[in-house]
C-alpha cells in the first residue's frame, strides 16, 4: 500500500471528476454554495470509504454474475445510512441537497471504484482509495462552490459562515461578503454556470497534467542521453 501514490491519483493524476469525468450532474448542481459544497462531498467520501471497505471484505465470496447487483445494494445501504443521518443531525443540508443524497446509490464514482479497485484488492488499500478519491471529489466541489460563490455573488461560505454565530450547520449563514454582489458575473449563479466552472477546472487540469508529463519525458530524454555519455 503506498499511501503518497494513492493520495496523488485520487486528487490529482486521477481525479474521479476531472479526470476520470465521473459524478459531473450532482457536481454542477449543488456547487452553489460551500454549505452544499462541503456537505455533498464529505458524504460521498464517507460512503465511498464504507462501500469500499464492504466491498473489499466480501470480494471472494461474491459470484461475478451478480457482482454489480450486490455492490448495489451495498452503496444503497450506506447511501441511506448517511441520508438518515443528515435528517437528524443535519436537516438544513438535507433539504438543500434533496434527492443528490439518495442519488449517490447511483453515483458512478462509487460503483467504479468498487468494480475497478475495491474487488481485486484488499480491504486496507480500499480504505484508504476510498479516503483519497473522496478527498479528491470533495476537493473540486469546495473549490466550484467557492468560484461560483466568489465571482458570481462577491461572497464566500454562504450558508456555512455566519459573522455573528461563526461556523453554522443550520444553513441560515449569510456567508462573507468580499465585493458588492452587483460587481459579480451573476451568470455563474445560474445552473450554465456549473458548465462554465467544470469546464474551466478541466482545461486547468489538462494542461497540468500535459505539462507534468512533458517535464517528465524531458527529464527520462536527459537522463538517457547521460547514461550513453558515460
Known sequence: MNFKR???EGVITNNPILVQQLGMCATMAITTSL???LGMGLSVLIILTCCNVAVSAVRKFIPD???LAIFVVIIAGFVTIVDL?????IPALSESLGVFIPLIVVNCIIIGRAEAFC???????SFVDGITQG?????????MCVIRELLGSGRFGGGLIDLAKGITLDGTGEGIQIFNSDFGASILTLPVGGFLTLGFLFAAMQAALKKAAKKKEAAAKNTEKEDEAA
Not at 135 to 143: A, F, K, Q, W
Open 6 to 8: 494513492q493520495l496523488k
Open 35 to 37: 454549505f452544499n459544497g
Open 65 to 67: 454474475e451478480i457482482r
Open 85 to 89: 443521518l443528515l435528517q437528524a443531525f
Open 119 to 125: 474487488q481485486k484488492n484488499p480491504i486496507g488499500p
Open 135 to 143: 478527498l479528491g471529489y470533495t476537493v473540486v466541489l469546495v473549490i
